[in-house]
Each structure stands twice: as structure tokens, then as C-alpha cells.
């Protein structure tokens, strides 16, 4: 979804706080005395949630003022897009006043810094402030870590798994090396974020790029798939430590898993926490214990706190050595009048957990037990010194922050924005239910407002909205940033969330929007059942709505998300939503209409009707430079398949080099990689060999820096293909073996034409055994899932076979086999191979007429499907000429035969004519 003006202006206020450290409120204020010592902020934020400025005077100005910050996000694509969304008539002429036309070194620059820096002190694991003990456990870990490049530590909750993994992390030697990660839930997003942004920092730029762009236009991040195959792809190059700290809550996805297991074989050193043993990771089984006696009491002097050996024992018997219950265990008895009193009741308490929360909230100041309840407002999410201000309306609790950071009640680490803190999930769960209800809902309204407004964190201020019972903001914020939070990689935690508001709390347009981000959730996550339920329960309610322009518009936007869902599953049903919602769309719905349009192109291109794709593509061309990047991407390479598709490669060609050179641009790797798939095909195909080769090396490159095992595959095929072609054996066998063993078992279709390659390469090179091998297996795939395309061209492979093994009966019959299934599934080019090697098993038995007639039907079947297949048949009428004593005719058609294959490079080719020259002279000069 194209940005408006005002997620534009939120945005750019957001990079000035970061890049200023200011608050938004404070920014705003400046900005509006940029133009009127009387204009406050709050007429800056009204521009946030409107149109913006009323006048073009002041929308330069407000350009001008935002551009004074010297943020390098706001470059001249922002300033464009900025001035476009606020409807300015001249973009060109103010954005040349900031951006002076530029040098190609200048545009090549621009491209390198695109994208921000990831912050680099966000992956740090956290501080280690004290350790004591754990002297065997860490001798088993550092030897399983040493000999395994693993230290996989399991315990209960509290136990201590996170200091010990902590402590391990911190010998790493290279410490900018280290990225640690600790899951709060099942969501890989965040994660993937974090890793993405390590990545890049240390050199390996392209999921980040991926992510960003996604962020900054709007549109649906990369698959989580895609991710942890361009993640596992990465790592293999870097010499890091990843640390996952409650790897519980993710053991059971199985693409995790699966994504663990990659990285263990690979050897990428693993330091990884649980509360169990995940099953896909190979390690010795050590489940940690609590900490001994002796331990116990080296914790507790490092606290300040000397007991009797005997109170150390009974300390130690009640809280079984838990780590988190130590810590507390510790802040009571530092301030305890009578420590063996606590003690005592430590071993008769039903709850030592309640217990122990209760005596150190009755130890803490009111001030700081009111910095603990707001921390734990924040839901488990960490939180800076401004959020807590606001919040509890205090001026400065720096103070209260430290002597809690000091006492070990609070975590902190780095974010975004500096300094974060939050609470063991004891603590958090303890302090959560301390304030009334009332005055929870108030505190969690509050960081509604300042996420909302001040750190621009719209999944947060969403996230308190709902806590606060405030559905109906809630729904207004989704509707209009769903994709960017998306894009933080929030998807799973929006969706629980959108599930706890009650639709009777909203107003009728607003549950129309709730059931509209849901559908679009689960599309994204692939739960179409659950996604269509929704998404058509909304069409019907709207059914029974009176026509206006409000209901016209909604009706539009699920015609729209309908499309989307089936657009995958089933092409027909998403041209149906899609015509569906253009007809009752209002023309003035630009971005609505483009988004359509593009899905009814797509459709009816998927399902074969290329006319109408085409005429659909091309009203969408004449307004392409209102779609944003990625649309105009996918427009041209819809365009390219559309062309391609109906023949005409010369226009295929341009629109493919259009859409390569804009993602090549825009740094969107992962649709460069798609479109190198099908732009070697179409050079290849339009005669321009060189140019596939090139494409498809450089699209295999980024494949495997991707790893994308898909794109690998079909480019490995491709790209062997080509080599076949242009007589680089070796070349072309290597590449086909590798996309052989990539696609087995996965890809049908791809391992069946590996297959057949191959059988090819052994059949020239006269290894007759290798080459039945091959095409017997390909044969046993194409009948088991009835692919006809590819027996066609099995067929004519074993033709060939059995004529050069001299077994002319069966070669004949295999021949005429792939004659017949050719011709009636309407292949030409296959049924003219197929004749070709018909006409020449025809020739060996001494039918030179009849030979002669194939080659003839094959070559005027090939003169405009594929100059390459032409130029064979050309030689092998040339040979039948020759044979049949009509030399003149034979040297014209090698003539012909010369010019294909010398502009295409075809070396295989060019070696048998000039052989076939050869003779031809021979036999003049024997006659004269």
C-alpha cells in the first residue's frame, strides 16, 4: 500500500527524533515557528492525521523545514514522493531547488545509501554485573561449545539458563561478533529483524535492503521462509556467535527448526537457552540444577549479604538455588531486620514466588514501587526513560530507574532509542496486577499517546490502545499503518491483539475495518479458510448497506483483499473479485483502481488470457509513474511474461531489462532473483546468448547469497541449458547436476528437464549407459504425474539414443511417439524436433525423400519459434542434401545455418558445419 501524506510527515518527524534525539513534540514546535512564530506544533500534527498544508506556500515550506534537519532518509525520492502525496503541481522544480541535477556518479552513490545503518549496540548480549559459581557446568558447556560449536542449556524458569548463556557469550573473543536474541513469543519476525540488521553490519546488506524497502514503501515483507534460507546463506560466510536466549517458545515451528538444524551442520556457533531440549538439535543432554550451597553463598556476598553457613543452607533448601528467586530473595534480606525470620518462612510459604514479590514490594520506596508497575504496564515489551515519564507524569525517574537497575529488579538493554528496561516475567506478573484496574487502563492510554505520537512505535500504541479498551483507535491506527507494523515484524502479536477487541465496541465503519486488517493477516500468513470466512463476511454485511461512497469504497477494498487471497490459489476467482471491485470502485481511487487493475493483469495472465492481461498491463503503463516501486516492477515484469507468452520476444525483451535495471535499483534482491529466472530465457530465446548467460550467472550469485533454493534450481537449469547450447559440456553438465540434485524430490517439473538435459550431454559425449539412466528416470516422472510436455521431448531424446546405438526400428517408433503427442498438445517446437529426428533416423535407412520432407516442415516451423532449433534442422537438411549429390541447395542451407549460430555463439553448431563445408568441397573437387 502506497504511504499518504500524512504517514509521509510521521515518518519524517520520526527520523528527526532519532537523528536529533528530541522528542516529536518538540520537533513539531520548531518546524511551525520555521513559518510563523505563532504556528505551534499542534497545527504540524494536524497535518499528520489531514491532507497537510492548505496552501502550496506552506507545504514548500513545511518541504524546506524538514530538509533543514539534514536527515539522509529524506532524499530527493522522499522530497518526491512527499510533495506528489500533497498534491504539489511542480514536484520537479521545488525537489531540483534541494537536489541540483546529478552526475551518473551521483545516482550510483545515492543507490549505495538508500537504506539506513541497522544500529549495531541493539544485538549486544545483555550486561553480565555479577557471576559467581557454575565452575562444572561451565567446564561441560565450554567443551560441548569448543567441540561442537554448540552449548545448548535447558532448565526450569528462573534457573539461571540466561546468566550462564550470558557468561559464555561474554569469552567470545570478538564481541561485535556476538548477536543475541531472546524470544518473548512465537514470533520469528522480530528475530529476523535483529539478525537482518547484524547482517549488515558485519558486510551481508541484502536482507536488511529487502526488509527496508518493504518498510519504506508499504508493501509485504519478504517471506519468513525466504528469510531464514538468505539468513542460513549468510551466516555460512561469517565467522559470529548467534546466542538464542527461551528458545522454548519457538521449538515447535518447524521451519525454525529446520533453520537450526542447517546452522549446526554448517558449523555457526550456536549459544541457545530453553526450558527444554529442542528435538532437531544434536547435543548431550545436561539440564541444568539451581545453584549449590557454596554458589548460594558467593551470590550472596557479592550482594552485600553474609549469613551463618546454616542460613545458607536453609536459604538454599527453600528457593532450590533458583536464580530468580535468589535475586529477590536477596533485595529482602539486605533491608531485613531479622534475616532468619525470612528464612524460616521461606520453608513454609505455599507460593515462595508470591511470597518473596510481597516482602520486596514492602521494602521498595512508593516511588519506586509506582516505576516498577509502569514498567509492567509495558506488557513485557522494553521501554525507555521518556515512555516511563509520561506514563506515571513524573519529570525525571532516572534515579528511581538506576536504584532498581542497581537492586536487579529491572533489565536493561539498547534499542532504538537508547537505554530500554524491563522485568523478569516474575516480577512483570507480579507488578502487572498491583494498580487497579482503572488506573491500568489510564497508564496503558497514556503509552498509547506517546507511542502514538512521540516514538512512532504504532505496533505499541496499538498494542496499550487495546489494553486500555480503546478498540475503537485501536482499529483506526491498524487501518492505517497495518503494513508497517507488519514490516516490524508484528504480524502475529497484531493478530492476537485484534482478536481482543470487541466488535460491539465499534462503530460500524471501524468493524468494517477490523474484519479488512484480519482477512489481510491471514492471507499473509497463507490461512486462506480463515481469511476468506472473514473477508466474505464482511462483503455480505455491506451488501445490506445503503449505496454511498463510504460503502462503495469498502466494497472495493474486499473485492480487493478477496483478489489477493485467491490470487495464488485459484487465478479465476481472483479475476472475478477483481472485476468485482473495479466496477463498483469510484474513479477518483487512483491507488485502489492501480492495485486492481494490476491483480486482473496478473489473473488473467496466469490463466492464459493474454489479451486481456495485455490490454489490462497497458492502461496501467500510460500511469505507471504514479504506482510505487514495486508495483511498477511487477507491472513491467508482468508485462515481459505477457509479451513473451504471445510471441513477441523483441517487447518481452525490453520490459524485462526495464523491470531488471528498476529492481537492480531499488535493491528489492529478492524480485532481481525472479526476474534473472525468466530474463534468461527470453535473451536466450531472442537470440541474445551472451546476455542469458551473463543474467542468469548473476541471478545464480544472488541466489545463493539468498538462499533461495527454488531460484537456484531453475536458474541452475537454465543457466546449463545455455551452456549445452553454446557446446560447453562440462560447463552445462556441472550445472545440471547441481540443479538435479537441488530439485529432487521437490520439483517435479525442474528435476524431470534436468534430467533430460543430461540424458542429452551423455548421448553427445557417447556415454550410451549414463544417458538411459538419465531419461529412463525422467520418463518414470513424467508418467507418474502426467507431464506431456516433458515426455514429448523424452521421447525424441530416446529417438536419438536408439539411432546412435543403431537400433532403427525402436528409434523410429520413439520418434513417431513424440511426433504425435507434440502435435496434439499443440507444441510446435518440440513437434518440429521431433520430426527433425524422425528425418534422420529416416536418412540412415536410406528414406532421403521422406527425410528431406521432415526437415523442410521442422525448419519452417522453427524459422519463428527459435533461431537455434532452426539452424540444426538447416544442417541436417544440409546433410541429406549433400547426401542425395544436391550440393548447392546443401550449401545454402549451411550458409543459413552459419549466420544463425555465429550471432548466437552456438560453437557445437558452427564446428559440424564447417565440418559439413568441408566435405562439401571434398566432394567438388574429387567431381572436377
Not at 287 to 314: H, K, N, Y
Not at 376 to 387: C, F, M, N, S, W
Not at 644 to 670: C, F, P, T, V
Request: hydrophobic fraction near 40%; glycine fraction near 6%.
Amino acid at each position: 500500500m502506497t504511504l499518504n501524506f500524512g504517514d509521509l510527515l510521521s515518518n519524517a518527524l520520526h527520523d528527526i527524533k532519532l537523528h536529533t534525539r528530541k522528542k516529536i513534540g518538540i520537533v513539531q514546535d520548531e518546524i511551525g515557528y520555521t513559518f510563523d512564530p505563532h504556528l505551534t506544533g499542534d497545527t504540524v500534527e494536524s497535518w499528520r492525521y489531514r491532507k497537510g498544508p492548505s496552501t502550496l506556500e506552506l507545504l514548500e515550506q513545511l518541504a524546506a523545514a524538514i530538509m533543514g534537519y539534514g536527515c539522509k532518509e529524506h532524499d530527493r525520492e522522499w522530497l518526491e514522493k512527499f510533495l506528489k502525496e500533497g498534491q504539489h503541481p511542480y514536484v520537479g522544480v521545488v525537489c531540483d531547488r534541494h537536489f541540483p541535477p546529478q552526475t551518473d556518479a551521483d545516482v550510483v552513490q545515492n543507490v549505495k545509501t538508500k537504506f539506513s545503518p541497522p544500529p549495531i549496540a541493539a544485538y549486544a548480549p545483555p550486561r553480565l554485573e555479577q557471576f559467581v559459581g557454575r565452575a562444572v557446568e561451565l567446564k561441560r558447556f565450554r567443551a560441548s561449545f569448543a567441540q561442537h560449536n554448540l552449548a545448548l542449556i535447558c532448565g526450569m524458569a528462573g534457573i539461571g539458563k540466561t546468566t550462564l548463556a550470558t557468561k559464555l557469550a561474554s569469552e567470545q573473543p570478538d564481541q561485535s561478533a556476538v548477536f543475541w536474541h531472546t524470544f518473548h513469543d512465537s514470533n520469528l519476525q522480530p528475530f529476523i529483524r535483529r539478525i537482518a540488521g547484524f547482517l549488515a553490519n558485519h558486510g551481508q546488506s541484502d536482507l536488511w535492503e529487502m526488509i527496508e524497502l518493504a518498510r519504506q514503501e508499504g508493501g509485504k515483507p519478504p517471506e519468513t521462509e525466504t528469510c531464514l534460507d538468505t539468513i542460513t546463506a549468510q551466516l555460512k560466510a561469517l565467522n559470529v556467535t548467534l546466542c538464542l536466549d527461551d528458545l522454548q517458545y519457538v521449538d515447535d515451528d518447524p521451519a525454525f527448526g529446520e533453520f537450526l538444524s542447517k546452522l549446526q551442520a554448517n558449523q555457526v556457533q550456536l549459544i541457545i537457552s530453553a526450558r527444554r531440549f529442542p528435538s532437531f538439535l544434536s547435543a548431550s543432554q545436561l539440564e541444568i540444577a539451581g545453584l549449590s550451597a557454596a554458589d548460594v553463598s558467593a551470590f550472596l556476598t557479592t550482594r552485600g549479604i553474609m549469613l551463618p553457613a546454616d542460613q545458607v543452607a536453609g536459604l538454599h533448601r527453600s528457593t532450590g538455588g533458583n536464580g530468580a528467586f535468589l535475586t529477590l530473595a536477596a533485595v529482602v534480606l539486605k533491608h531485613a531486620n531479622d534475616p532468619i525470620d525470612i528464612i524460616s518462612k521461606l520453608a513454609t510459604v505455599d507460593s515462595i514466588e508470591r511470597f518473596l514479590m510481597e516482602e520486596v514490594n514492602d521494602r521498595l520506596s512508593a516511588n519506586q514501587q509506582r516505576v516498577m508497575e509502569g514498567v509492567a504496564i509495558l506488557g513485557g515489551y522494553p521501554g525507555t526513560r521518556d515512555v516511563l515519564e509520561d506514563m506515571l507524569n513524573q519529570r525525571d525517574v532516572r534515579r528511581t530507574l538506576q536504584e532498581l537497575t542497581g537492586q536487579f529488579l529491572l533489565i536493561t538493554s539498547e534499542g532504538d532509542y537508547g537505554r530500554e528496561y524491563h522485568q523478569h516475567s516474575i516480577i512483570q506478573t507480579f507488578y502487572y496486577d498491583q494498580p487497579r484496574h482503572r488506573t491500568r487502563r489510564e497508564l496503558h492510554l497514556r503509552a498509547a499517546e506517546f507511542y502514538e505520537k512521540e516514538e512512532l512505535d504504532q505496533f505499541k500504541a496499538t498494542f496499550h490502545y487495546v489494553k486500555g479498551k480503546n478498540g475503537e483507535r485501536a482499529t483506526q491506527i491498524v487501518t492505517r499503518y497495518l503494513w508497517q507494523i507488519v514490516n516490524q515484524g508484528m504480524a502475529r502479536p497484531l493478530a492476537k491483539l485484534l482478536d481482543e477487541i470487541p466488535e460491539a465496541v465499534l462503530t460500524q465503519s471501524d468493524q468494517f475495518e477490523l474484519w479488512l486488517a484480519q482477512g489481510q493477516l491471514d492471507t499473509l500468513f497463507g490461512d486462506f479458510g480463515n481469511g476468506q470466512e472473514v473477508l466474505q463476511k464482511a462483503a455480505d454485511k455491506l451488501q445490506g448497506l445503503p449505496q454511498s461512497q463510504e460503502t462503495d469504497l469498502l466494497k472495493g477494498r474486499v473485492c480487493l483483499h478477496m483478489a489477493e487471497l485467491f490470487e495464488r490459489q485459484s487465478p479465476p476467482d481472483a479475476l472475478k473479485w477483481g472485476v468485482r471491485g473495479l466496477d463498483i470502485t469510484s474513479k477518483t481511487e487512483i491507488d485502489l483502481i492501480h492495485r486492481l487493475s494490476l491483480i486482473i493483469g496478473t489473473a488473467n495472465l496466469h490463466i492464459g488470457n493474454f489479451g486481456a492481461a495485455l490490454e489490462m498491463f497497458s492502461d496501467l503503463e500510460e500511469q505507471q509513474e504514479l504506482l510505487p516501486d514495486h508495483l511498477q516492477i511487477s507491472l513491467q515484469s508482468n508485462m515481459a511474461a505477457t509479451q513473451w507468452n504471445m510471441g513477441d520476444l523483441k517487447e518481452a525483451k525490453r520490459y524485462i531489462d526495464d523491470a531488471l535495471q528498476k529492481s537492480i535499483a531499488s535493491r528489492d534482491h529478492r524480485m532481481t532473483a525472479r526476474i534473472l529466472i525468466n530474463a534468461g530465457p527470453i535473451k536466450y530465446l531472442s537470440g541474445d546468448w551472451q546476455g542469458a548467460i551473463s543474467d542468469l550467472s548473476h541471478g545464480l550469485d544472488l541466489a545463493y547469497r539468498l538462499g533461495n533454493s527454488t531460484s537456484v534450481t531453475a536458474i541452475s537449469i537454465n543457466l546449463g541449458s545455455c551452456h549445452l547450447n553454446t557446446g560447453e559440456l562440462d560447463q552445462a553438465e556441472e550445472l545440471l547436476t547441481e540443479g538435479l540434485k537441488q530439485a529432487a524430490g521437490t520439483h517435479i517439473q525442474m528435476e524431470t528437464t534436468a534430467l533430460i538435459r543430461l540424458a542429452e550431454i551423455a548421448n553427445i559425449k557417447g556415454e550410451t549407459e549414463s544417458a538411459w539412466a538419465m531419461i529412463d528416470r525422467a520418463e518414470v516422472l513424467a508418467e507418474k504425474h502426467n507431464d506431456q510436455p516433458s515426455l514429448t521431448l523424452i521421447y525424441a531424446v530416446k529417438a536419438s539414443i536408439l539411432h546412435q546405438q543403431g537400433l532403427l526400428n525402436d528409434a523410429q517408433k520413439a520418434a513417431e511417439q513424440s511426433v504425435s503427442l507434440s502435435s496434439a498438445l499443440g507444441d510446435k517446437v518440440t513437434l518440429a524436433i521431433a520430426q527433425r529426428e524422425l528425418g534422420k533416423i529416416l536418412r540412415t535407412r536410406g528414406n532421403d525423400v521422406e527425410a528431406g520432407k521432415l526437415f523442410t516442415q521442422s525448419i519452417r516451423i522453427l524459422e519463428n519459434n527459435g533461431d537455434h532449433q532452426a539452424a540444426i534442422s538447416h544442417i541436417e537438411q544440409a546433410i541429406n542434401l549433400r547426401m542425395s549429390q544436391n550440393h548447392d541447395f546443401a550449401r545454402e542451407h549451411l550458409i543459413e545455418a552459419e549466420a544463425i549460430c555465429s550471432a548466437l555463439g552456438a560453437q557445437r553448431e558452427l564446428d559440424l558445419i564447417q565440418l559439413e563445408f568441408e566435405r562439401l568441397n571434398s566432394v567438388s573437387s574429387h567431381i572436377s
